[in-house]
């Protein structure tokens, strides 16, 4: 009786020490310094205190049908991550890409303080840099405007738990290259002839303001890392000279299955790591008229693949922190965002073309791509839960099984 006892108290202990050992795990790191390390062989991690990180998130922007790009989700009453964060955890996904943050700050300091405790899901803060209306940024006063602005969303989310790192701008390199449609220079740009040389004059005004701001966000914020949001790697030799104060650069990439030079290219032009801020393929093939679930999570697949491959200790660069697929659930007012009555059909019509998803490309007059059917779940008129019910498409699936085996 005396050996059943101890045995029962010794299984006892080593249960509630197992229990510890399991929250110890799985807890939320609380308020641990984010940063970027490199090695000795000149490869980068991303590090939550002193572990590991490897992004594998979603752009997140839960537009339901009927609505554009003005619905506020933030306020929904709705509370639609409530329903996509637990479908995000059961696929492996640890990250969320906001691309600014909620007029209301408590508001948004809800959504990303429940993303986090209650699904561990941690959140990307962006600032569009003006990137849809820009003013010139050559102009001192526009300047320090703009640095106060982000300063302003800094102070008010950085003791958030919850934030993983700030995105500067999005595309905003395009805002200078050659048919851009947004305009601003100065008069010594424009005495430039060479419009190569014009657009790397434009190229240097801007990424130096990129880092005077970062500059000011780690006077206020040291825990948290800073990104330079570019359009693939156009320009980037000149942010290596006017942009040393970075943490990292986010891009957006779709250059098909692969991401082919990338890695290496910005580890000669500017060696810093690199998030893929935007990566993915549409669901849609243009050519039959028809879905192609494969087609789309063959894609991500090997986008994905390849990310991997570049991580630190991989066989390739050494260079990447991870990805965010653009994106989690379509968008049905993409096609024609100027008429809402539209917002309530799927859209078939091919709104760019692009050689680098092949598979079809042979449609009417190239045009190839679907900005509707991007998403990794589709969207559906019933509603569960007061949102739009999700169905999760084959792409979720096949990356379910690669990142739930992916290190943290």
Known sequence: MKKDKIFLATIGILCVILALALFWKLRPEVDEKISVRKNAKGEFKLLVGTRPYLIKGVVYQPVPIGQSHQYNFWTDPAKPWREDAPLMRRMGVNTVRFFQPGADAAETREVIGELYHSFGIRSILGHWMDYWKP??????????????????MVNAYKDQEGILLWILGNENNLSWHSGARISWSTPEVEEIEDPYKQEMAKARIYYSLVNQIAREIK??????????????????EIAKEACPDIDLVALTAYRGKSFGNLWREIKQKLDKPILIMEFGCDSFNAQTGQEDQMAQATFLTSQWRDIQRNISGGSGEGNALGGCIFEWNDEWWKHDEFMPASWYAHDTVGDWSSGAYYFDISAPNNMNVNEEWWGIVELSPELEQGINKRIPRQAYFELQKLWKGADK
């Open 219 to 236: 006077k206020v914020d040291p825990k948290h890392p800073v990104a330079l949001g570019n359009a693939d790697i156009y320009a980037l």
């Open 135 to 152: 003013g010139n940024y050559a102009d001192d006063n526009y300047r320090q405007k703009l640095t106060q602005d982000v300063l302003e």
